[in-house]
């Protein structure tokens, strides 16, 4: 099983920026995606941002569109997820997670609504005005 580890999470002032950074122990061969989750207190995991393999297509939450980015450096075994002009509803815990997928269903529509199983420990953010 892949192991993931999410860091680069703290406590900033809204309208600042974070780099979160998902270290993978091995990406799956071929087909696969990529995706950040994060889950407030009291609120269930959503959902942030996804991406497909082979420099395929990304997919944003609407809340964080025009505001995040989610990439891949493939060498590092990294996923990314930077955080610009961030606001208090972005406060929660931030996971990572990857899992394989059909070449004929890779994208990012698809890896954004993919169930997951695969989970690190997340990394928290805190954003306050």
């Known amino acids: 099983q892949v192991q993931l580890a999410e860091s680069g999470g703290g406590s900033v002032q809204v309208g600042g920026s974070l780099r979160l950074s998902c270290a993978v122990s091995?990406?799956?061969?071929?087909?696969?995606?990529m995706a950040w989750f994060r889950q407030a207190p009291g609120r269930e995991r959503e959902g942030v941002a996804a991406?497909?393999?082979?420099?395929?297509?990304?997919y944003y939450a609407d809340s964080v569109k025009g505001r995040f980015t989610i990439s891949q450096e493939i060498d590092a075994h990294t996923v990314y997820l930077q955080m610009n002009n961030l606001k208090p509803e972005d406060t929660a815990m931030y996971y990572c997670?990857?899992?394989?997928?059909?070449?004929?269903?890779?994208?990012?529509?698809?890896?954004?609504?993919?169930?997951?199983?695969?989970w690190g420990q997340g990394t928290q953010v805190t954003v306050s005005s």
């Open positions: 091995e990406f799956p061969t071929r087909s696969y995606c």
């Open positions: 991406l497909a393999s082979g420099a395929g297509s990304s």
């Open positions: 997670t990857v899992a394989r997928i059909s070449p004929m269903l890779r994208s990012g529509g698809n890896c954004y609504t993919k169930s997951y199983t695969n």
